[in-house]
């Protein structure tokens, strides 16, 4: 029996946006996810329908559609006749695996074709009494079946399944602006990413790299981050930004405590340029209140007043533990714990300012170069599309 992926989405979002344009960007978007995966997608009734024309291929589009924000649920589907008793018939064939493992059961009925002759009731009445009398083990259980048979009976088909895979809710990439996430190759970063991708917007990300302090195995862990993301972003651009030149400055003229929060400032200012350039409205880091001495939030405060674009932080008031639970899911975690040497601990004063004064941070960096650091390193950034 020919199956058909059916893709739901949430409701709450049709309200603020256009719902064509929606659909139509959530559309774009499971074709980039499907990638190489032959299929035909369409919109109807309020449903995003998946024809894959292999199918072998169904488990693998289904696990691409996890990753994809703006679904609510993915569901492997029998296309079946919208002749009542051939659909019996059918819906006994197809589901007799499923149905011969349970012992109660359900049927509910969902009739988005109002010209159909029968009504929802008549439908869950007559299939339940027939799948009953095929299968003398089910019982019939309203209240907590084992298999929840659904029939949805649309204008051109009749669509069964017993399952539905809870997809990532959010908004279709894409359909909120865009933002420049400040990648590490840390665990927070990548899970401060997801979590604003998840609200629609596009990313591109910034790495600040610091040549021959750190490795070619350091870049090559973040742009592996980066392609775990690139997964639920549907690509992802990243700006390799030449770092050690600031660093080496920052380090021979300014006083060793305030070292961190002035290359952190470097960091943002970079940063927003870039955003400038690409076009994107605000900043997003894996800060978290109180995690390092440059996280407190004095130092947030002064890192905040190098830039003018909001910096989001979406990981602000979460534990280590709670961050690392995310990561675990979102499956960049095992990449985010490789050893690597990071462009900030090699820098790292062994006294840093946990309270620190703008003014103080501001004069000190009166004695470097500010905007042709910033302008020179710009000028050497090397974009990898991953
Ligand atoms: P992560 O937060 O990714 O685990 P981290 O815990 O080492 O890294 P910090 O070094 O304090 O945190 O950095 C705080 C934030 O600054 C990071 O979450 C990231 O957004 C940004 N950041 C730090 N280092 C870099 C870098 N080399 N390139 C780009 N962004 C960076
Ligand atoms: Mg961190």
């Known amino acids: 029996m020919k199956q058909i992926i059916l893709i739901k989405y949430g409701e709450i979002i049709l309200k603020g946006l256009n719902r064509h344009t929606f659909e139509d960007m959530l559309i774009k978007n499971i074709y980039a996810a499907l990638g190489p995966i032959q299929a035909e997608v369409w919109r109807a009734q309020a449903t995003i329908y998946a024809d894959i024309k292999n199918e072998n291929e169904m488990d693998e589009a289904i696990f691409r559609l996890k ?7 993915i569901i492997k ?10 659909l019996k018939q059918e819906a006994r064939d197809c589901l007799k695996e499923e149905l011969e493992s349970a012992n109660t059961f359900k049927v509910e009925a969902k009739r988005a074709d109002k010209k159909y002759p029968m009504k929802s009731p008549d439908i869950c009445r007559e299939l339940g009494g027939f799948l009953s009398d095929c299968y003398p083990n089910l019982k019939v259980d309203v209240i907590r079946p084992d298999k929840l048979v659904t029939v949805e009976v649309r204008e051109t088909n009749v669509y069964l399944y017993c399952n539905r895979i809870k997809g990532l809710g959010g908004m279709p990439v894409g359909s909120n602006s865009k933002a420049v996430l400040l990648l590490s190759g840390g665990i927070d970063s990548p899970v401060a990413g997801f979590m604003v991708a998840k609200r629609g917007v596009a990313l591109e990300a910034v790495h600040f790299f610091s040549h021959p302090y750190t490795s070619q195995r350091a870049k090559d862990k973040v742009l592996a981050l980066a392609k775990i993301i690139a997964a639920y972003t549907g690509g992802l651009k990243v700006h390799i930004v030449p ?14 405590e305030q070292l961190t929060l002035i290359m952190r400032r470097f960091m943002m200012a970079i940063s927003e340029k870039v955003a400038q350039r690409v076009n994107a409205k605000a900043l997003v880091t894996g800060e978290s209140i109180g995690q390092v001495a440059s996280q407190t939030v004095e130092a947030l405060c002064v890192t905040n007043d ?12 979460m534990d280590k533990e709670e961050i690392v639970e995310i990561a675990r899911r ?13 462009c900030c601990t090699i820098f790292t004063p062994r006294h840093p300012l946990t309270k620190p004064k703008l003014e103080n941070i501001v004069k000190s960096e009166g004695l470097l170069d500010f905007e042709g650091l910033v302008a020179s390193a710009v000028a050497g950034i090397e974009t990898i599309e991953v």
């Open 243 to 256: 770092f050690t030149e600031i660093q080496l400055e920052i380090k021979e003229k300014c006083p060793p």
């Open 306 to 317: 190098a830039v003018h674009l909001p910096v989001f932080r979406p990981v602000i008031g």
């Open 67 to 73: 990753k994809v924000f703006g679904i609510v649920a």
């Open 330 to 342: 979102i499956d960049t975690f095992e990449t985010s714990v490789l050893p690597y040497e990071d």
């Open 77 to 86: 589907a029998y296309v079946l006749s919208k002749e009542f008793e051939q």
